[in-house]
């Protein structure tokens, strides 16, 4: 990975998993980063301590990523504070809570599936001017 000094990253789902994993990697490789979580305040707390422990800046933000709303929030918020973003990485996994009986095929249609990355890149595109 090239250095990534003054490089300003955005991240969904990074507080578990594949994201925290993701969002280390781009702090130790020098770049701020805003993240979002979806529920465990705790764990998004620890991954930005870990940001900041690499005296990086780190940004948590509670949002659901199947709200086309809260995404456009979550990356203004990150673009604002941190004067635009360079980087998005689309790492949040959604899937329903429901036994594999209440879950039908429709669950997992393409329209509810691959919508969620392009809308969250819409965002960031209109969101900061750096990513154009």
């Given at each position: 990975?090239?250095?990534?000094?003054?490089?300003?990253?955005?991240?969904?789902?990074?507080?578990?998993?594949?994201?925290?994993?993701?969002?280390?990697?781009?702090?130790?490789?020098?770049?701020?980063?805003?993240?979002?979580?979806?529920?465990?305040?705790?764990?998004?707390?620890?991954?930005?301590?870990?940001?900041?422990?690499?005296?990086?800046?780190?940004?948590?933000?509670?949002?659901?990523?199947?709200?086309?709303?809260?995404?456009?929030?979550?990356?203004?918020?990150?673009?604002?504070?941190?004067?635009?973003?360079?980087?998005?990485?689309?790492?949040?996994?959604?899937?329903?809570?429901?036994?594999?009986?209440?879950?039908?095929?429709?669950?997992?249609?393409?329209?509810?599936?691959?919508r969620r990355p392009f809308l969250l890149?819409?965002?960031a595109m209109a969101g900061s001017s750096?990513?154009?």
């Open positions: 990975m090239a250095n990534l000094a003054g490089k300003k990253a955005f991240v969904t789902g990074g507080s578990r998993g594949i994201g925290a994993a993701i969002v280390r990697r781009l702090a130790a490789e020098g770049a701020d980063i805003a993240f979002t979580y979806a529920r465990s305040a705790e764990k998004a707390g620890q991954v930005a301590g870990a940001v900041e422990a690499e005296g990086r800046r780190a940004m948590a933000i509670q949002a659901d990523n199947r709200d086309p709303e809260s995404v456009r929030a979550a990356i203004e918020k990150a673009a604002k504070t941190f004067g635009g973003l360079d980087i998005l990485v689309n790492s949040a996994g959604i899937y329903e809570e429901a036994s594999i009986e209440e879950l039908t095929l429709e669950d997992f249609e393409p329209p509810r599936v691959c890149s819409h965002a750096s990513m154009a």
